[in-house]
């Protein structure tokens, strides 16, 4: 069974940081690219927005709106990919899912709210 567990989720003053884990069990990790994804109650007609994505060689992709101030990074031996929020800002404010693609495969996890007050 894949599971995707986030935590770090939470509620920030403008300009403070949050830093996101996203735990992977039932996939061989190695071959996945993991991924960060965020989407708004206003954009839920929408698909998700790429925050950023981590390939098993450590290319990162890393959304305009976010670059400078997001560091997305994994680590195999855990499983786990973390998200480094920086500098946040209100329009940060969304569920942050994670997400793991190999091809054949796309999974997500249950996200986490994170909410950055003015």
């Known amino acids: 069974q894949v599971q995707l567990v986030e935590s770090g989720g939470g509620l920030v003053q403008a300009g403070g940081s949050l830093r996101l884990s996203c735990a992977a069990s039932g996939i061989d990790f190695r071959f996945y690219v993991m991924g960060w994804y965020r989407q708004t109650p206003s954009k839920q007609h929408k698909q998700r927005e790429l925050?950023?994505?981590?390939?098993?060689?450590?290319?990162?992709n890393v959304a305009d709106s976010v670059r400078g101030r997001f560091t997305i990074s994994r680590d195999d031996a855990k499983m786990t990919i973390y998200l480094q929020m920086n500098s946040l800002k209100p329009d940060d404010t969304a569920v942050y899912y994670c997400n793991a693609y190999s091809g054949s495969d796309n999974y997500w996890g249950q996200g986490t709210q994170v909410t950055v007050s003015s």
């Open positions: 925050v950023a994505s981590i390939a098993r060689t450590g290319t990162t």
